[in-house]
Structure formats: structure tokens, C-alpha cells
């Protein structure tokens, strides 16, 4: 069967020849291996995609080893890290100060942050990573930006909702994003049925913020926003008003997790420290969370919460919720 390959995906094989870095030539592989079309007469070809990256990967590793440091590799701490982006002074270093204990840079100068810069920012019972980031600008981002940002497991979208360019800040930071695919299109084309997504591809979800609505033009500025791009998941947020709450838990929401609670057979729950898990999480990787043997020892549960009753039997697969408490059976 013919490749039949696409004038995209000669562009991208291209791209990656003229490539002089690793990260160049992954990115390259990347967008080859999302465009490539999906048939038997590529399958060859894509294996082989798969099979270079692998080797970058590992030639990746290697020289990160090598260098002693990388500023703008940020260490995944706490229930999540959500990384912040956007333009010159639209105020994520004020934010992530607002909402952590971390001190960043606070100017009213472009590109007061030059390295990203994380904090723990305390909700309910856990804590979630914020990482502030050097700003993109209408001619690019800064190098080794993009790293961070793939690192993170919630992008928060920032624009300053008292600028003009307000909307021009939102269109450059998305089409940036998408351009890089670290985000997903909101409303993506129909695609062929049964077209798998590509698998070396790792999409991060995004929510966004417009802040500053305490001041002059805001409101204004912000119905533009709306009206114009009514697919963005928006909420309007002013870090000197302090009106935050909803933004907290937007992230929760946007981190897809839940807490879970352990106890012990006749003893209370711990209710200090629970286990986070995806959505969708069920007792058994529960299980695998608490201890690699669990899984193979488990032989159910009782969970408080979820179940119709308190203290339910549940099986194995049992998909637990957001406050479950839960004691395992082990044998």
C-alpha cells in the first residue's frame, strides 16, 4: 500500500533534517508522527518514528545527567504542578505570590522573571505546585520554556484584562501553544473513524484566567474576550481583590484528581494525609498506591462515602470518588 504522505508531513521531515539540537529533532518527530497518515502502507514509517525518538530519549537523558544543572527543570511537587503562562506583566508572578509562600520578583518592568519559579499553594487538605514562567512575547518564548510547560499537569492561560492587547495576548499565547501541541484544540475537525491519536503525543489540559478586573477597561476588554473567543474555558480573576477562591478550585477540578482516606480495621480514618488519585481510580490502584504488594494481596474493600451504604463491601474495581474513605482488605 503507498505511503501517500502528506505535503505537512514533508515539512515536518524536513524541518527535522534541518534540525542541529535533540529538542529540535523531537519536536520534528513529533509533528511527523502527527500528521503521518494512519494506514498499513505507513506502519513501517511510523515505527520508525518511534524507534528515533526512543534514541533521543535516551541520548536526552544522558546529557541531562551530564549537565549539572537545567534552570528550568522544575521538580514535580505536592498533588499537581500547574504551570503558569502568558505575557509581559499580566500579573503571574503577583498571583503565584497571593496564592504561595514563595517570593517572586514583583515589577512593573517586562520580564521581571527570568527563570521559573515554583510555590505550594494550600487547598483544603493538600497541596498544589504553582510555577511562575519568563513571558512569551509577540515574537516568541524564551528557550527551554517549553520544557517547563510540557512538565506541568495543568497550563493556567494568563492575560491582563485592563491592556488593549488583551486579545491579541490570548490569540498569540493559544496559537503558540497549539502551534508547539502542548495543548489540544478546543473543537478539533472530524477525523477519520477509528484514527488512533498519536501515541508519542502528550497533550496538557489548560483553563484561563484574565486578571486586573479591578481596574479601568476591564469589563470592557473582557466582553471582547467572550465575544470573540467563546471557546475559551474563561474566568476573571483579580489578585488585588483577592476574589481567588473559584480560581482554587478550577485548578482542582482541572488536575482531574480526587482524595482519598485510609483506615485501619476498629480505628479512625487518617484524615490528615490522603492519597491523591486520577479520576477514574479504582480501590485496587488505591492498593498499588499504598504498597506495590497490595494489589496482588488485595481481596476488597469497605469505602465510606461513594457507596450506598457507610462502610460497603466493594470489589477491586470499584471507582472511587473525591472524599472516600476507604479501609483494605489485605490477605
Not at 541520548?59 to 505536592?78: I, M, Y
Not at 462515602?305 to 472516600?324: C, H, N, P, V
Request: proline share 7%; net charge negative; glycine share 6%.
Amino acid at each position: 500500500m503507498p505511503a501517500n504522505l502528506t505535503p505537512q508531513y514533508h515539512a515536518a521531515e524536513e524541518a527535522y533534517k534541518r534540525a542541529s539540537t535533540i529538542d529540535e529533532k523531537v519536536e520534528a518527530l513529533h509533528e511527523m508522527m502527527a500528521v503521518i497518515p494512519k494506514h498499513k502502507g505507513t506502519e513501517k514509517l511510523q515505527a520508525d518514528i518511534k524507534r528515533r525518538l526512543s534514541k533521543l530519549r535516551e541520548e536526552g537523558e544522558k546529557k541531562s545527567k551530564a549537565t549539572r544543572f537545567n534552570p528550568f527543570f522544575v521538580e514535580k511537587q505536592g498533588a499537581g504542578q500547574i504551570v503558569l503562562v502568558g505575557f509581559p506583566n499580566v500579573g503571574k508572578s503577583s498571583l503565584v505570590a497571593a496564592l504561595t509562600k514563595a517570593k517572586p520578583k514583583i515589577g512593573e518592568y517586562p520580564f521581571t522573571t527570568t527563570l521559573p519559579l515554583a510555590g505550594m499553594m494550600p487547598y483544603k487538605d493538600i497541596l498544589i505546585q504553582l510555577v511562575d514562567t519568563p513571558p512569551l512575547t509577540f515574537e516568541g518564548a524564551p528557550t527551554g520554556l517549553l520544557n517547563t510547560l510540557r512538565g506541568g499537569d495543568l497550563l493556567l492561560l494568563m492575560m491582563d484584562a485592563s491592556n488593549d492587547e488583551c486579545l491579541e495576548q490570548a490569540e498569540k499565547t493559544l496559537s503558540f501553544l497549539l502551534e508547539k501541541r502542548v495543548i489540544r484544540e478546543m473543537i478539533k475537525a472530524e477525523k477519520p473513524e477509528n484514527e488512533p491519536e498519536p501515541e508519542e503525543r502528550k497533550y496538557i489540559p489548560y483553563i484561563a484566567a484574565v486578571n486586573k478586573m479591578d481596574l479601568e477597561k476591564s469589563k470592557e476588554n473582557l466582553d471582547i474576550l467572550k465575544e470573540l473567543m467563546p471557546e475559551l474555558p474563561l474566568i476573571n480573576i483579580s489578585v488585588i481583590d483577592n476574589n481567588l477562591d473559584l480560581l482554587k478550585e478550577r485548578f482542582f477540578e482541572g488536575l482531574s484528581i480526587i482524595r482519598v482516606y485510609t483506615k485501619a480495621p476498629g480505628k479512625q480514618p487518617d484524615m490528615d494525609n490522603p492519597f491523591i488519585l486520577k479520576n477514574g481510580d479504582t480501590v485496587l490502584d488505591l492498593a498499588y498506591s499504598i504498597h506495590r504488594d497490595f494489589p496482588d494481596r488485595l481481596k476488597n474493600a469497605r469505602v465510606w462515602g461513594s457507596t450506598k451504604f457507610e462502610g460497603q463491601t466493594a470489589a477491586r474495581d470499584y471507582i472511587l470518588q473525591d472524599g472516600d474513605i476507604v479501609e483494605l482488605n489485605i490477605g
